[in-house]
């Protein structure tokens, strides 16, 4: 069954919702966080090289090769380990919604950096975030754990995360995905392999772990950008933004995670202002091509 746009988007955000899970699941069962981190990028890093072979996809090369291997860096080693520090500090669904002040890095990054016009809608959504975060902090909930470490992982993964929106912005639309991460992913893996403690691994980790590589990073990325290429970007991104849904109530019934209802609130405004970034014009829209 071939399926629309739209459905390669929402099956992207199914799969991304998984993430946090399958981590939880992976560590649960003894593999530590930053662990989990390096065998996504060494695993995916793996299939996006194959894949990138078997299309002869262009990789990049020179300055651009210098630029991605930095993204590498960052955007895969500091993001895939901050984000399953998150999880494991603070739970998957607090670490899922904490990823979504990402387009509020992006309005400050783009305003800061890049000299973009920072405007009353944009100003809105960053005060929606802080506020949303602080409401967060004050509620808690039910197996999830707000503390200072889970907070600053949550959002160390929302600020990594939003600069795929500057690398995007760049190479996004000169080479083809699977090029580009063929190159990111296995830096990442390397820019991680000195800070990983290697243990023993039961058949249910290593289900867990090729569950993220596969699933939630290579048929994730692939079905985001197949559906980015029919679909306006700021649909694309409405639609993505069910991820954190997804991973909250997978939590819930898995491993018993609630937010209160004052966290709930909070969680409501920082994906609502994901949301307004999203559908307001330029840079958030833009955005919308980043993959977490």
């Known amino acids: 069954m071939k399926l629309s746009p739209a459905g390669l988007i929402l099956t992207a955000a199914v799969l991304w919702g998984l993430l946090g899970i399958l981590g939880k699941g992976a560590q649960g069962a003894g593999v530590g966080a930053l662990e989990v981190a390096f065998w996504r990028a060494a695993l995916g890093g793996g299939l996006f090289a194959l894949h990138a072979g078997l299309t002869r996809a262009d990789l990049p090369r020179g300055r651009d090769l210098g630029a991605t291997v930095l993204f590498g860096l960052v955007g ?63 509620g808690g909930g039910q197996g999830v754990t707000v503390t200072g470490a889970a907070l600053g992982w949550g959002l160390l993964s929302g ?31 390397l820019g991680l392999l000195p800070f990983v403690e290697f243990g023993a691994k039961t058949p249910a980790a290593w289900a867990s772990l090729a569950g993220i590589a596969v699933l939630s990073t290579y048929f994730a990325y692939l079905a985001y950008s197949a559906g980015l290429k029919h679909l306006p970007a700021t649909r694309a991104s409405v639609i993505a933004s ?8 997978l939590a819930a019934a898995l491993f018993g995670e609630r937010l209160s209802a004052v966290a709930l609130v909070g969680a409501a405004l920082v994906i609502g202002a994901a949301l307004v970034l999203s559908v307001g014009g330029g840079k958030p829209t833009e955005a919308a091509t980043a993959t977490p």
Do not use: H
């Not at 990054?109 to 959504?125: F, I, V």
């Not at 760049?170 to 190159?183: E, K, M, N, Q, S």
């Open 76 to 138: 895969v080693s500091v993001f895939y380990g901050a984000y399953q520090l998150a999880v494991r500090t603070g739970g998957a669904s607090l670490g899922s919604v904490l990823l979504y002040t990402a387009p509020a890095f992006v309005a400050l990054l783009g305003w800061g950096l890049l000299r973009e016009r920072l405007g009353g809608r944009e100003a809105l959504a960053v005060a929606g975030t802080l506020g949303g975060i602080a409401l967060i902090s004050l």
């Open 159 to 189: 600020l990594t995360y939003s600069l795929y929106y500057l690398y995007g912005k760049a190479f996004f639309g000169r080479y083809a995905p699977a090029a580009l991460y063929a190159v990111a992913l296995p830096v990442g893996a």
């Open 242 to 249: 069910l991820e954190p849904v997804v991973a909250a109530g």
